[in-house]
């Protein structure tokens, strides 16, 4: 799907700074996909994930190991330590439409740590609903709530159907929870109950749309992941939208120094928020959306003071109060930003994740459930970067701390039918 753009916007490509966090639920089953020719443009070749024919790994031992990661970390640099809390809606995140007090309402929230990467498959789903509630109402204007990746994409796609958009907001999109994420795309730390029709058609048009923008100022590209175990978030991807994405591979070893251990090689994309959001910012208010600066104390508060008819909610944990959802609940993590490192071009999975951007190299990841206060806690960004430096043998083993997204005994503090991931 294409997104309309300002030319005079597409120079936006100076990172600020940023966090991130995930976790997935294996709502889907997940399996192996059936193997298709795959290769790497950024890392070593290897065989392609053939265990369900009896195939084994490509042997890598003799391949050159990629760049180590300097993890020199001072944890009190301002802007060193990030935190920020997750939209998570247990059973399912809310993407449905009602109608309350005269007005349409379109609700788009509580996708935990998959709001990036889902964001404009669901912004098309809205798009959708606002375009079947226009064929029988002669409104031409609409109110978006909150300047969040769901909010700032859903206003591009609304555009397209020739409505005035207006967005209010307490946050700008620099200080909203969706420019506090790593940015690597996988559909993770999430829960959903639509029906697979629909999820694989959000999955597919977020993808897709974000695999077009690459090379034109949007602050995304592709990247080979390396993890030692199976990413779920990405397994998931794979085994719904087969070919998708490249099939995962197999390798004998992980090519980097001090690691003696199997692992496997996914593609995928990263999206760098403090390139993106300001970018979607720009490209709005040159197409004519207006940004209002306010902050909403009831669902009252929003129908008193909104006039538009045609409401988009995309309040994020906002909207555990305006619409009392007690479905919602904080997960907060923090990430350790270590300084840009131009010579990783790779993602790392497991013993935490590393994202290196052109602002940060972005360390994770924590989990701390039903946490809603971003209180930044440098001790705990300092105990991140210690565990997967010593994964990379650049610090001396350390016990995982027990809110660590790869934690084992983390899954006892959550539904046992959820387990951690990347």
């Given amino acids: 799907m294409a997104v309309t753009v300002s030319p005079r916007c597409a120079a936006l490509a100076q990172p ?9 639920k294996p709502w889907l089953r997940r399996g192996l996909v059936s193997p298709t020719p795959g290769t790497s443009a950024d890392g070593p070749q290897s065989q392609v994930d053939t265990m369900s024919q009896g195939a084994g790994p490509m042997h890598l031992r003799e391949l050159t190991n990629l760049p180590t990661p300097d993890f020199a970390f001072d ?24 109608r ?3 007005r349409f309402i379109v609700h788009n929230y509580g996708h ?32 978006v709530l909150g300047a969040g990746v769901m909010g700032l994409t859903a206003a591009t796609m609304l555009l397209d ?52 923008s690459i090379g034109k100022g949007f602050g ?51 999206i760098e928020p403090p390139i993106f959001l300001p970018r979607l910012e720009c490209d709005l208010k040159a197409r004519g959306v207006t940004f209002v600066d306010k902050c909403f104390a009831t669902k009252a508060d929003i129908f008193a003071t909104v006039p538009q008819k045609i409401i988009i909610n995309c309040t994020g944990m906002g909207a555990k109060e305006l619409w009392n959802d007690t479905k919602l609940v904080g997960v907060r993590g923090y990430l350790a930003m270590l300084p840009a490192q131009p010579n990783l ?59 660590h997204i790869d934690d084992p005994r983390n899954r006892r503090l959550v539904d046992s039918r959820l387990s951690v991931s990347d």
């Fill in 220 to 270: 995304v590209s592709e990247r080979p992941n390396y993890s030692p175990k199976p990413a779920d978030g990405l397994d998931m991807v794979l085994d719904l939208l087969p070919g998708l994405l490249p099939a995962r591979q197999r390798l004998d070893r992980l090519p980097f120094q001090n690691h003696a251990q199997p692992g496997f090689l996914y593609q995928t994309l990263l």
């Fill in 100 to 102: 309350v007090s005269g």
């Fill in 16 to 24: 600020q700074k940023t966090t991130a966090l995930r976790r997935v």
């Fill in 112 to 143: 935990g740590g998959a709001g990036i990467s889902l964001s404009w498959g669901c912004a098309a789903k809205v798009k959708d609903m606002v375009s079947q509630f226009l064929a029988v109402s002669p409104q031409t204007e609409v109110a």
């Fill in 161 to 212: 159907l020739g409505l005035k958009v207006k967005i209010f907001a307490d946050r700008k999109p620099v200080d909203t929870t969706s420019f506090k994420a790593g940015g690597q795309w996988a559909v993770s730390v999430v829960e959903t109950a639509m029906n697979q029709q629909d999820l694989k058609a959000i999955i597919k048009t977020s993808y897709t749309t974000f695999k077009d």
């Fill in 345 to 403: 071009q790779y993602l790392y999975s497991r013993n935490g994740y590393m994202f290196p951007r052109s602002d940060h190299v972005v360390i994770g990841g924590t989990t701390d459930w039903d946490k809603e206060d971003e209180d930044l806690n440098p001790a705990e960004c300092k105990k991140l970067v210690n565990v997967i430096a010593a994964a990379f043998g650049q610090a001396a083993p350390v016990p995982m701390p027990m809110n």
């Fill in 75 to 98: 944890p009190n640099v301002p802007g060193a330590c990030v935190t920020g809390v997750r939209p998570y809606r247990e059973g399912t995140f809310r993407l449905n439409s009602e």
